[in-house]
């Protein structure tokens, strides 16, 4: 047996076996082939292995996201059987006989640059789908399972990978992955945070415990503890076979508490809502009786697609998630890309520092034509829902009433098409940046509440990046300094009427909830999975 630690970022524990995801490039071999044409013939075998492979995927992707999020996979197969591409690959077998992966990687690359230095946005977005189909067949000529984060085939299983991005997390097969282990990452990522969404117990972190080797061998892992054993023996087995029946058991008290108020024993109540990505997270907050959405990272919709999602994609996605909720309130965060959260097709330059760059309401506010077509499908969603609209990453009043503006713009739009919405549609920031803790009895007077993004805060209040897992203690969001920037947005808000509450992780963490409720939140809004412990622990607050 085996025993690694990491940092255990979503809790519960998974046992079975462990699948390796490729996720990082490695060198491909060239061998000099003795039979060029049987060398053709393994590369048109392995083609037609991952064009099946990417039907399934993208069957797969249209039953549980929809028809518009498996286009990806059709564009897919349509590029492994390009004709260009095909014969770029065989005449490089014939003529060089060299062995099939070499040939595949070349022409990639080939490609690959050759989108890259087009003038067309779209088409330069292609580089990395055509790197992607490529490495698929590779791993199928290599005997490895498909390509990457988005293969889920077989048994259930625990996945190991070296790093997941946010955009991989989303493509894991729910039905198959039991959890999954990191060799990097930090708990603030966005991948963590998905894990949570996904009720997947999971641990980063585990550096040098990355072992490829360990792929089909049997692992316990416990997402609270941070612990991995890979072929445990008999008595962790059994030990962990009881903590995870008593886990469940836990899950199922907790399910006692639906329908009850969130209200203290004093009779303070906080209102209790849930983060959520995308339209299908509704199912989670619904069963976790949530009693409303306080967070929708609506750009989870464009890391998702292949091209700037349409108005009409996005209204619908809004307009399901309102619907679900009926008249519990729906808070959607306008697009807030940039740091980890990179879009190709948005062609963001390379940053030193991109936690401090270009991203979120800056992309907004200079690429308004972007933002309007977000805005105008939020606002003809609202018809159909309680949705309220947020902004991310504010620091200065000014970007508030810039927002407004060209929200006001919108609503012309609107009305002069006669195109219904709801005009009192509440108007909220997030409170993430130092800046916008000094100035929030300022904003406070600009806008209709507050929500505040301790991810963010902690890491712009202690200059401590969320992506880095080396800064240990210095990265506590407990820190004073931290706490006492939401005590003051929170008493500018109450100065100025309107309501504050929390969407980052902290809001989930039980050793606060009594400082937060003396604090005086009105709303504390966390990973679907959280909201009935959170519940429990505010029911039991005793000095309310
Ligand atoms: C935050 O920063 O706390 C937050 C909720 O936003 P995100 O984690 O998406 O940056
Ligand atoms: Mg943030």
Partial sequence: METIRGIGVSGGIAIGAIRVLDTVDHAVERRVVDDPKAEVERFRAARDTAVDQLKQL?????????EGKAELFDTHQLMLQDPDYVESIEDLITSSRVNAEFAVNSTAEQFAAMFAAMDN?????RAADVRDVSRRVINVLEGKRGGGAQDGDGDSHIIL???LAPSETV?????????FVTAKGSANSHTAILARTMGLPAIIGIGDGFDPADDGHTAVIDGTSGMVFVDPDEATLTEYQGKKAQYEEHLRLLQELKGKPTETKSGQQVRLYANIGRPSDVTAVLANDAEGIGLFRSEF??????????????????????QKMGDRLVVIRTLDIGADKQVGYFNLEHEDNPALGYRAIRICLTRPEIFKVQLRALLRASVYGNIAIMLPMITSVQEVRDAKQILGEVKDELRGGHIDFDGHIQVGIMIETPASVIMADELAAEVDFFSIGTNDLTQYTLACDRQNPNLGRFADPHSPAVLRMIRMATEAAHRHGIWCGICGELGADLELTDTFLEIGLDELSVSPTSVLPLRNAIRNHENG
């Avoid at 993208?58 to 929809?66: N, P």
């Avoid at 946005?121 to 977005?125: C, D, F, K």
């Avoid at 493509?171 to 959890?179: E, F, I, N, T």
């Fill in 58 to 66: 993208r069957d797969r992707t249209a039953a549980e996201f929809g």
């Fill in 121 to 125: 946005s779209y088409m330069q977005a």
């Fill in 161 to 163: 990978a070296e790093d």
């Fill in 171 to 179: 493509q894991l097969d729910r039905s198959k992955v039991l959890g």
């Fill in 301 to 322: 919709l464009y890391l998702e697609s292949r091209d700037y999602p349409t108005e009409e994609f996005q209204f619908e996605a809004y307009k399901e998630v309102a």
